[in-house]
């Protein structure tokens, strides 16, 4: 199992240009999985990638090189602070069946309840099929769709919504 020789450790903000190198990655060779796009990211300032690390930000490290991306949004209202949005799961494709996205997923959970978080959700792409049963073998629920969740190359694609509540 390559994913041993692995190392997945939460991103600081002097450590922005791995964080920069493994999302433009996901999203260029995953567009259609995203609803964010390359373009929408590509040219942010640094300023704005550090800021996006308020939040926790997970790499993982294949060496010093970044193979695979998970992080999580808490919800702002203080109604909806047991509540986190599992965003950014990519994985590298020759990595893929390796364990490594079970071992990333597994890393936001643990750090999701030190958090306080009772419930994760995320929304995945209906034309994604192998991620939601990954979801769903990992404890997630689909609980809805958001038809034409996201447009890429002006199609609409669903968005599968689904929760797991973290045992407390």
Known sequence: MVAGAIKIRRIQADEVEAFRQIRLEALRAEPAFYASSYEDWVDLPIEEWQCRLNDPVFVAFLGDEPVGITGLRR????????????????????????????????????????????????????????????????????VGRIPGGFRHEGREIDDVVMVHRLAT
């Open 75 to 142: 919800q702002p209202s203080s109604k909806m602070a047991h509540r986190a949005t599992l965003v950014m799961v990519y994985v590298r494709k020759s990595l893929r069946g390796s364990g490594l996205a079970r071992d990333l997923l597994h890393v936001s959970v643990d750090c999701a309840r030190d958090l306080g978080i009772l419930q994760l959700e995320l929304a995945v792409s209906a034309e994604n099929p192998a991620a939601i049963c990954f979801y769903k073998r990992q404890g997630f629920s689909e």
